[in-house]
Structures are given as structure tokens and as C-alpha cells.
Nanobody, 117 residues
Framework: QVQLVESGGGLVQAGGSLRLSCVFSGATFSFYVFGWYRQASGKQRELVATFDLSGDINYGDSAKGRFTISKDNAKNTVDLQMNSLKPEDTAVYYC???????????WGQGTQVTVSS
């Protein structure tokens, strides 16, 4: 059973930093492509950062220059380093795993990030 468990969310002041972590289990890590998405209250879920099939990284416009996605194949983890946080970054952040060769996608339960002004 595939599981994605996020951690690292919390309350931070504007300008601060947080590091989110996602632990993947239940399947072979290298068979999946990973990313981070977020959903603010009353808004649609949006891309934050994701790896593509070739290993390149795509960032959403709001994340460019401030956030960095990384993964550790040995630990089966995907991290999101968030710097220079703004109140508009407040959202629930979700880890996502997409199968490389099947139309299957998994989501974590989400972790709340709140940025105070």
C-alpha cells in the first residue's frame, strides 16, 4: 500500500523559512515521479514544484527563486525548502507521487503552512 506522509508544516513569520518533508513507502521509489502542490482556503490546488520524467524540475510561478525541491533516493524522501515566505504562501501543502508508466497518482494527507504578516 503506497503511503505519502508529509511533515514540517507550521506557523512562521513572513520572511522566514520552513522545510517540508515527504516520506514515501509501499512501492519502489524510482518507479514514481514526485512533486509538491498546495491548496489555499477557497482556491484550487496548484503546482509548487515537481520533478518530471527526465529528472528536470518545474516550479510554479509563486515558488521560483524561493523554494527548492529535492529528493533522497536512499531515504525515499522528497523535501521542499521554502525561504522568504509570504502570507500568500499560507496553504495546505501536499506531496504527490505519479507512476512513471501507469495512470496512477497518490497524494499525502497534507501539512498546513501558515505565514503571518
Amino acid at each position: 500500500q503506497v503511503q505519502l506522509v508529509e511533515s514540517g508544516g507550521g506557523l512562521v513569520q513572513a520572511g522566514g523559512s520552513l522545510r517540508l518533508s515527504c516520506v514515501f513507502s509501499g512501492a519502489t521509489f524510482s518507479f514514481y515521479v514526485f512533486g509538491w502542490y498546495r491548496q489555499a482556503s477557497g482556491k484550487q490546488r496548484e503546482l509548487v514544484a515537481t520533478f518530471d520524467l527526465s529528472g528536470d524540475i518545474n516550479y510554479g510561478d509563486s515558488a521560483k527563486g524561493r523554494f527548492t525541491i529535492s529528493k533522497d533516493n536512499a531515504k525515499n524522501t522528497v523535501d521542499l525548502q521554502m525561504n522568504s515566505l509570504k502570507p500568500e504562501d499560507t496553504a495546505v501543502y501536499y506531496c504527490n507521487a505519479r507512476s512513471r508508466n501507469r495512470p496512477i497518482r497518490y497524494w499525502g494527507q497534507g501539512t498546513q503552512v501558515t505565514v503571518s504578516s
